[in-house]
């Protein structure tokens, strides 16, 4: 399972832009990647443990802005076509799984 996480903020006034530079800084440590400059995705295996990731950017947005949150399975992830340049190219794939003995 794939979380994506797409937000619209404000960016007006110095303080608007440090509230969205902080927001996408905070994703960033949350081991989210830019897939855009206000899109994020996340594998996260299951959907149980998105709602640790759901509570932490519900507390962290900004007050103000839009900010949605959408879930892929993996193969729905593996469907997105990303086109850069002309060329089209496949997302990040999901991360291996190690085995534990």
Known sequence: MWMMV???LPTETAKQRKSATKF?????DEGF????FSVYVQFIG???NSQKF??????NNPSYGDVNILFF???QFANII???????KSLKKKPDQFELF
Do not use: G, P, S, W
């Open 6 to 8: 797409m937000f619209d």
């Open 24 to 28: 996408r800084k905070f994703l960033l």
């Open 33 to 36: 990647e830019m897939v855009q």
């Open 46 to 48: 299951t959907y149980e």
């Open 54 to 59: 759901v509570r932490a950017i519900q507390k």
């Open 73 to 75: 399975t993996d193969k």
């Open 82 to 88: 990303h086109i850069q340049n002309r060329i089209a």
